[in-house]
């Protein structure tokens, strides 16, 4: 894995096709305008203002240099495959989905050699980008086929103020099931028996928690699934983490010794 920080100067502005207007695909698209490109977006599911709003498919990617997939991942193979007829290979293809291994899969074998591609995970959703937090980072899982396209994947989001993560879509899976697909479920189990981000009496220590809360709220509700079933790795990830919960909570319940119980220090 490589990281990067923002490089200067800035690539030129572009066109981004945006295909997908939900809450991310919306975010996506100001941050783009932001950095002086110039966005059409597409989504028939979605209200798009009509500054921005394409009228098909087709007219969303005329003449963009790249096409943002930003729709839900269950959807993507679908969207995909009505998309290949109509790209060329003056343009490029990315993913924002955040899982890796199956979009990125999906993009090999329907796009290939012929049409560049790369797989993105921004680590970034509507809240945090509306609350202006840094850092703001970015992973990029290159194609086998495509390599030089990474670089310029690379310089698209260091323009929009990214830190830019080079990982393989496995790696990418892994980690994120131990962090976001985590994260997720344990909100959702929360928020479902009545802990939320509003209670009055919240220690220090709460606060923590009401930040993934809020971040969990701000994004997608259909994103939930996509992180838990979309990932390999999220199904043994929750199940060790209930296990472990399990034991603890069986601890308690015997009375253990209170050292055992402890939650230790972080290393020095």
């Not at 939320?196 to 997608?220: C, E, I, K």
Request: net charge negative.
């Amino acid at each position: 894995m490589s990281a990067a920080g923002p490089r200067e100067p800035a690539p030129p502005a572009a066109t981004v096709a945006v295909l997908g207007y939900g809450r991310f695909g919306q975010a996506f698209a100001g941050l783009l305008q932001q950095a002086g490109h110039r966005v059409r977006a597409w989504d028939p599911r979605a209200q798009i203002p009509a500054a921005l709003a394409a009228t098909s498919m087709p007219t969303a990617i005329d003449g963009a240099a790249w096409i943002v997939l930003a729709m839900p991942v269950p959807q993507l193979r679908e969207s995909l495959i009505a998309l290949r007829p109509l790209l060329h290979a003056g343009q490029t293809v990315l993913d924002v989905g955040s899982v890796k291994m199956h979009p990125c899969a999906t993009m090999d074998e329907l796009l290939g050699a012929a049409i560049p591609h790369v797989g993105t995970h921004p680590l970034f959703g509507p809240l945090s980008l509306a609350r202006d937090e840094r850092p703001r980072r970015t992973v990029i899982c290159p194609a086998a086929d495509h390599p030089e396209v990474a670089e310029r994947a690379r310089e698209l989001f260091a323009g929009l103020g990214c830190e830019v993560i080079e990982q393989n879509p496995e790696a990418h899976d892994r980690a994120m099931a131990m962090t976001h697909a985590l994260a997720f479920f344990v909100a959702k189990g929360l928020l479902d028996i009545g802990v939320n981000d509003g209670l009055p009496l919240a220690p220090p220590s709460f606060q923590g928690m009401q930040h993934m809360l809020a971040a969990v709220r701000g994004d997608a509700g259909h994103l939930f699934a996509a992180i838990q079933r979309e990932n390999p790795f999220a199904a043994e990830a929750r199940a060790r983490l209930l296990a472990e919960l399990e034991r603890v909570h069986r601890q308690l319940l015997a009375d253990a010794d209170g050292d055992s119980l402890a939650i230790p220090a972080p290393p020095a």
